[in-house]
């Protein structure tokens, strides 16, 4: 069997003294979907970081393989050059700096670390434009500041927008779906479907079993106090939604 | 050798004896003979040594700002040396280094990164050069076209000899000498600068730049420039170089004086990037320059937009003394201090006609140990009936060693003037920066983007070659801010 795409071992973490990761271990293979559930707090957005390289957080123990590479020892735009992407639950604002320029430097930067030259202005544009339309966005958000006066739904799908054109090998999506209107959310959903692919993996954060229904995932693990403890199918979505999380504590309690 | 010149021309000087010496360079101290030797030297009309003189007795009686939010050692005044004759091209040479081999390295890192042709980073780094560095044919066509629209655009000294009754009608008339202790000083000394006439109802055909007359005239440290623009014309003049240039003048005290008559309107662009001194402060230029436009007729109209990332201490207030009716100041600016440097500066805006208005945008940035302070006046006459002023003053600040202050001063003596203050402070954020570079943009680049982003509503003022080399420099002048 080859090696997983991403590959986490007894993953421990903590930020200023608190332990918040304590032996979480995941394998996502390239061309699957795995959905992470779990409560508030749980550690979600603590391993999204991690996985990104935000240095808040101090890994103590444990590794993370992407593509065989030791991702823990790589700046984030290293990892970003190499294909990792994290949309961020909260998206942050940049005044005055242009959504479509802040992208074409992304690619560009990109680009360079791969030995090409700048993309094509005509190209890119057109790229771009074709993109936003499956997103269902208005042109005129190219031309406004990085995520400055969008609403909260605006600003998950310029992330999804931004993974798209930037076609990375590992998407992290941390709690894309919060905050989007039904109709939004078909349009993310739709977008992650479109991302789906042989040479990628996809790894959404999320609490609802509603986006679970738009998108098939092929793993489900649910996390709590900082380890999986539970994964399965896209059955234990549903099972989770009919019993809470405390169905989980309660099994485990039972096994152990 | 040497010495012994020195001696016997100081000698001369005592006894208030005026010849032309064979020196290049008037020994250091200030006193009524060094001026009348300036004057003599350039062959001034009567009226201009008359000015000197009553001005540097002024000067005499006033006393250093002291008010402004910076640190330097005292300036000796009598340690300076007041003018410093045009040299000769084999002179130059023999002084200069001889190659691009001879400069620092790290200087011309710099211009590497700005984008600097070669035979320009020659120019700037003194370099002996035969050929004069730009064509010939670029200026020469460049002056036909402006003489073919009527426009004067030469040397102070050169309008002294061509147009004494301009510079005699128009001279101190917006900044007089009495006004601050530099502008005194610099009314005694100053030694060249530009002047510009655009006449009646002309367009000036192109950018005006001191790029175009820099080989012509050197200018030292006590500049002076005259913009009149005449009824309906329009000009647009760029300041400065993008680029740290070589010099040995420490203390610089400039005086820029703008008119515009009705319906006329100037633009002023300014960036400014001298050296700010070694990674400790030491050795970078004082900046103590006094900028003014008078908006005197009715509709006409004066903007100020400066980039400043260069000097060592800077203290620079451009104003606008909106007179006319109707008549609009504007002032756009971004200011950086890095390393240790310290800039105290703003705008003044005095409105005098009726349903006059100003708009102030200032953008302040701060890292590793700079100090910036934002000092505006916003000054309503009573006379100025309907008048309004907007300003909006944001800091940005990089780390967490570096400052940022806003001293806002507004006097309003009409009570129907609307006056709108807005401040900002703002740091550039851990969050913004992971942001970045989780999308593969590199911290350096990042940090730029940012700095950028904040100060758009400036650059977007400046004339397009000026704001993408304004972003260039920005860029090189916070390289190593952050991480
Ligand atoms: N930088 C930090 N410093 C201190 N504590 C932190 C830091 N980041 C996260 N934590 C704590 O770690 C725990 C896990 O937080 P995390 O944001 O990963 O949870 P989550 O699973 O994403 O929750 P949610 O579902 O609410 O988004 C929380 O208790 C949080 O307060
Ligand atoms: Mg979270």
């Not at chain 1, 590959?7 to 332990?19: P, R």
């Not at chain 1, 823990?72 to 639950?89: C, D, I, S, T, Y």
């Not at chain 2, 400046?462 to 916070?478: D, I, N, R, S, Y």
């Amino acid at each position: 069997m080859t090696e997983p795409m991403l590959k986490i071992t007894n993953l421990h973490a903590k930020a200023e003294d608190a332990e918040i990761l304590r032996g979480l271990n995941l394998e996502v293979n390239a061309g699957e979907v795995h959905a992470i559930m779990g409560p508030n707090g749980s550690g979600k957005s603590t391993l999204a970081h991690i996985l990104a390289g935000r240095d808040d957080y101090e890994v103590t123990e444990g590794s993370v393989t992407y593509k065989g590479q030791d991702l823990l020892e790589m700046e984030p735009e290293e990892r970003a050059h190499e294909g990792v992407f994290l949309a961020f639950q909260y998206p942050v604002e940049i005044p005055g700096v242009n959504n479509i320029y802040l992208l074409k430097s992304a690619v560009n930067a990109k680009r360079k670390h791969q030995g090409l030259g700048e993309i094509d202005s005509v190209d890119f544009l057109t790229d771009v434009k074709q993109k936003m339309k499956l997103m269902g966005m208005d042109e005129s958000f190219l031309k406004r500041s990085v995520n400055e006066g969008f609403s909260g739904g605006e600003k998950k799908r310029n992330e999804v927008f931004q993974m798209m054109v930037l076609e990375p090998g590992l998407c992290v999506m941390d709690e894309t779906d919060s905050g989007l209107d039904i109709d939004a959310l078909k349009i993310v959903a739709q977008g992650v479907e479109q991302m789906r692919s042989p040479d990628r993996a996809i790894v959404l954060v999320t609490h609802y079993q509603r986006l679970l229904d738009h998108i098939q995932p092929d793993r489900v693990h649910v996390l709590a106090r900082g380890q999986v403890l539970k994964s399965g199918d896209k059955q234990l979505a549903h099972e989770l939604e009919e019993h809470g999380y405390d169905w989980i504590r309660y099994e485990e309690a039972e096994s152990a | 050798m040497a010495a012994n010149v020195e001696e016997f021309v100081t000698q001369r000087y005592k006894q208030g004896f005026i010849t032309d010496i064979e020196t290049d360079t008037v020994p250091p101290g200030l006193n009524e003979d060094v001026i009348r030797l300036i004057s003599h030297k350039k062959g001034e009309p009567e009226f201009m040594l008359d000015w000197r003189l009553k001005a540097y007795r002024h000067w005499l009686t006033m006393t250093e700002p002291n008010w402004a939010h910076v640190h330097y050692p005292p300036i000796d005044f009598q340690d300076i040396s007041y003018y410093s004759a045009p040299k000769s091209r084999e002179q130059q040479n023999a002084e200069a280094p001889q190659s691009l081999d001879e400069v620092d390295p790290k200087l011309l890192e710099t211009y590497e990164k700005l984008g600097i042709p070669l035979h320009e980073q020659e120019k700037l780094a003194g370099v002996a050069v035969d050929a004069v560095f730009d064509s010939v044919s670029v200026t020469t066509t460049f002056k036909d076209k402006l003489a073919e629209a009527g426009v004067i655009f030469c040397s102070m000294s050169e309008a002294l000899q061509e147009h004494p009754e301009l510079v005699e009608q128009y001279i101190g008339s917006v900044v007089p000498y009495t006004d601050n202790f530099y502008a005194g000083l610099n009314s005694a000394v100053f030694t060249d600068g530009s002047f510009v006439y655009v006449p009646e109802g002309v367009t000036c055909p192109m950018e005006l730049s001191t790029y175009f007359r820099i080989n012509e005239a050197k200018t030292g440290q006590f500049e002076r420039t005259l913009i009149i623009a005449e009824k309906g014309s329009y000009v647009s003049y760029l300041e400065g170089c993008t680029a740290p240039q070589r010099d040995e003048n420490q203390l610089h005290a400039a005086v820029v004086e703008l008119i515009a008559h009705e319906d006329a309107t100037i633009k002023y662009s300014t960036v400014q990037n001298w050296y700010p001194g070694d990674e400790e402060g030491k050795g970078g230029i004082y900046n103590f320059v006094t900028k003014r436009g008078e908006a005197r007729g009715d509709r006409s109209k004066v903007t100020w937009t400066q980039v400043e990332t260069g000097s060592a201490i800077t203290m620079k207030y451009p104003g606008c003394v909106l007179t006319g009716n109707d008549s609009v100041g504007e002032f756009y600016s971004v200011a950086v201090t890095s390393n240790y440097q310290q800039a105290d500066t703003g705008t003044k805006m005095v409105h005098v006609g009726r349903n006059t208005r100003s708009t102030v945008v200032a953008k302040g940035i701060s890292a590793m140990q700079g100090e910036q302070s934002y000092r505006g006046l916003v000054k309503i006459l009573p006379s100025a009936t309907g008048a309004r002023n907007y300003t909006q003053c944001d800091s940005m600040l990089i780390g967490d060693q570096c400052g940022a202050h806003t001293f806002p001063y507004i006097e309003v003596k009409e009570p129907g003037a609307v006056v709108e203050h807005e401040a900002s402070t703002s740091k550039v954020s851990d969050e913004q920066l992971f942001y970045c570079r989780q999308r593969g943009i590199s911290e350096e680049d990042a940090v730029n983007l940012i700095v950028n982003g904040f100060c758009k509503d400036v650059f977007r003022e400046l004339p397009m070659e000026f704001a993408v080399e304004a972003q260039a420099l920005l860029g090189v002048t916070l390289e190593g801010a952050v991480g």
